[in-house]
């Protein structure tokens, strides 16, 4: 579980957000996560740009970025992928 606070509410143009706490086990070495997303009309559609900053404590935080980096980037991969597949497939019946 990752517990998140909404920092930023701008609709339609801005979102950013921060961990408030986890029990995931990089708790212990991350003093913050946060996320900005800033979405713009582009061609016809929306461009979406995410930023994420991580601030990673200790004297072993060399050694811990990459790995944590590469962690950040598989799941803000699969995300982007079920919004893409989202934005291309029809609306759901209500």
């Excluded at 909404?6 to 408030?20: D, G, K, N, Q």
């Excluded at 990089?26 to 461009?47: N, S």
Aim: with cysteine.
């Amino acid at each position: 579980m990752v517990r998140q606070r909404i920092t930023v509410w701008e609709p339609p143009s801005r979102l950013a957000f921060h961990m408030e706490s986890t029990d995931l086990h990089f708790h212990r070495c991350v003093d913050h996560l946060g996320d900005l997303f800033e979405l713009a009309p582009m061609d016809g559609g929306t461009r979406v740009i995410r930023t994420t900053t991580v601030t990673v404590r200790g004297y072993r935080r060399v050694a811990l970025e990459p790995p944590l980096w590469g962690g950040l980037k598989s799941v803000h991969r699969f995300v982007f992928r079920n919004w893409q597949k989202m934005a291309l497939s029809p609306p759901a019946a209500v």
